[in-house]
């Protein structure tokens, strides 16, 4: 069974569009939501295990310019 993440992301001001184009072009995001609230994006992320998600979110998000701050909320059950 696939690892699936949802990621809160705050983006600098006037940076949403250009991180969700961003965000959508990585394989393992499911979908890439903009949202109102607290948060700007709300992302979902499969991969294989949980050391994939970590590369994801360190390695791969944290290069993208404009993020601020991401919160990353694992599923236990689907």
């Given at each position: 069974m696939a690892t699936?993440?949802?990621i809160l992301i705050e983006t600098s001001v006037g940076k949403t569009s250009e991180?969700?184009?961003e965000l959508k072009e990585i394989a393992m995001m499911k979908s890439v939501d903009t949202v109102t609230g607290p948060f700007d994006i709300i992302a979902?992320?499969?991969a294989d295990d949980l050391p994939s998600i970590g590369d994801l979110i360190s390695d791969g998000m944290h290069?993208?310019?404009?993020?601020?701050?991401?919160?990353t909320c694992l599923s236990v059950r689907s």
């Open positions: 699936r993440a949802y991180v969700a184009a979902v992320a499969e290069s993208i310019s404009g993020i601020v701050k991401t919160i």
